[in-house]
């Protein structure tokens, strides 16, 4: 009594997944064994979008010209393909949304995430994390969370480990990059 069946919490989901077609850091075989996943854990495939037809590079698509060419593999993994791929992850999960504002007039919050690395000495997380809070929620209107995870080397403080030693003197500085460049 008690347990919960990991299937049926999955069924009804949604789920993007993307892998670009000149990406050769991850190939788009393994990230169609990622659709194959989901479809075992009870997700239909009505609810999962799954796009391997963007000739990209490994990366986050943006329309931001001062990003990579679309069909590069290098860090910090943003690419510019002319569109903002997070509007259509958003539209997938979530449906049909409000056009995104041209101005943002809400808050970027910076939190301390240490509480959650556990016992674990050198947790893969950066200590602070970031949260956007729009001003109509600000003011008391009800709020969606969405939870973003950066992907590969795309983490405001991320640094190159060259056996096994921080290597700062090969860094780029993408700081804040994916936070403000992404569209989420």
């Given amino acids: 009594a008690g347990k919960i069946n990991p299937i049926a919490n999955l069924a009804g989901d949604r789920v993007y997944i993307f892998t670009g077609s000149e990406d050769s ?14 479809h ?7 609810d999962i979008h799954f796009d391997n037809s ?12 001062e990003d990579s060419p679309l069909s590069t593999n290098q860090p910090p993994y943003i690419n ?19 056009a995104p504002s041209q101005q ?3 808050r970027l919050l910076r939190f301390d995430q240490t509480e959650f690395f556990g016992n674990e000495a050198r947790a893969s997380m950066s200590k ?4 956007y809070v729009p001003q109509a929620v ?3 209107a009800a709020a969606r969370v969405h939870i973003v995870l950066h992907g590969c080397k795309q983490g405001y403080n991320y640094i190159d480990f060259t056996f096994g030693q921080s290597d700062f003197a090969s860094q780029p500085p993408y700081g804040n990059r994916y936070i403000m460049t992404t569209g989420y």
């Fill in 25 to 38: 850091v991850v190939y788009s075989t393994v990230v169609e064994r990622t659709r194959d996943f989901y």
């Fill in 40 to 46: 075992l854990l009870g997700v239909s495939a009505d």
């Fill in 54 to 65: 963007v000739p990209a590079g490994h990366s986050i698509i943006t329309d931001n010209a």
């Fill in 80 to 98: 510019n393909g002319s569109f903002i791929q997070s509007h259509h992850i958003l539209r997938h999960i979530y449906g049909d949304m409000h």
């Fill in 104 to 106: 943002l007039s809400g």
């Fill in 128 to 131: 602070y994390g970031y949260a």
């Fill in 138 to 140: 600000a003011d008391g």
